[in-house]
């Protein structure tokens, strides 16, 4: 398994801040499973500035990346997404997510997805179900569509730019990088801030 995230002008640092620390520094991560490496892919090698003003230079161009079953794709939100730069990777998508690869969209990434056709028959979630009818001529998935946080259905997952928390959890459970007690631990402590969870946390990783 590969954990790649795609990284656009203008990127929603907090939208993916608690996912990609936690894939990144391994610290919770089951550790009976091989070790990850968070490969950031671009539409081209240059650098981008976030959101927050942070420069992040891809790893690798997206031309150069083969896809394989299981691994994940994280979509970040951004205020780019219609811009032709970044209709290759959406392109990219409507065929790797046939190919059971993980995509894990959320906020402005989702709605780049329902623009192309591909939640027109998945369960999904999204910023606002008006927005998608609004601004997506190829969007007719109104029927998939939940108003929850984050819904995951098999290898998609879509989050509400409001939720980076269940957009994390959903994307974690559904790859199983966490142990089960460990990913509900660690949810339950940052949504609540109650330090039993902390404890619970801690124990978890007990003999990892």
Not at 15 to 39: C, F, H, M, V, W
Not at 46 to 67: A, C, S, V, Y
Not at 130 to 135: A, P, T
Not at 189 to 195: A, D, V
């Amino acid at each position: 398994m590969k954990v790649y995230l795609y990284v656009l002008n203008t990127l929603a640092d907090w939208e993916i801040g608690y996912l990609t620390a936690e894939i990144n520094s391994g610290r919770y991560l089951d550790k009976t499973k091989p070790q990850l490496e968070l490969i950031k892919i671009g539409n081209t090698t240059k650098p981008i500035k976030t959101m927050g003003g942070i420069t992040i230079t891809p790893d690798e161009d997206i031309d150069n990346i083969k896809f394989e079953e299981g691994d994940l794709l994280i979509l970040p939100g951004a205020d780019t997404w219609t811009a032709e730069e970044n209709k290759k990777i959406i392109d990219i998508v409507s065929r790797i997510i046939d190919e059971k690869v993980i995509i894990a969209a959320v906020c402005g990434a989702t709605i780049a997805l329902a623009n192309k056709g591909i939640l027109n028959n998945r369960k999904h979630t999204s910023n606002d179900l008006e927005v998608l009818k609004m601004f997506c001529p190829e969007y007719n998935g109104e029927d998939f569509y939940l108003n929850q946080p984050a819904v995951t259905d098999d290898n998609l997952i879509t989050a509400s730019g409001l939720a980076p928390l269940e957009f994390s959890y959903e994307t974690l459970k559904r790859t199983n990088l966490m142990k089960t007690e460990t990913l509900e631990a660690w949810y339950q402590l940052y949504k609540t801030n109650e330090s039993k969870y902390f404890y619970a946390l801690m124990e978890s990783l007990e003999g990892a």
